[in-house]
């Protein structure tokens, strides 16, 4: 009985122009709007960065969170 080969999921045999369009796919579903509403929130669009770093993505939601955003305060 043959074991199955999971190597797929690690991206081993795939090629530049593979990771460069899968990376294109990734930035038009997700990066892009999400670069819009922190731009929105008065926040550079360059955040959508951190979600490529191993806990930067928490880290980035955490200041997210904590920072005070621009606009009208309502205590």
Known sequence: MQ????????LGHWGLWQLAIAFLVWWLIFGWPVAKILHRM??????VLLCFVPLGNIIGLWVLATTRWPG????
């Open 3 to 10: 074991g199955h080969d999971y190597s797929f999921w690690m």
């Open 42 to 47: 008065g926040f550079s669009g360059f955040w």
């Open 72 to 75: 009208p305060e309502e205590d």
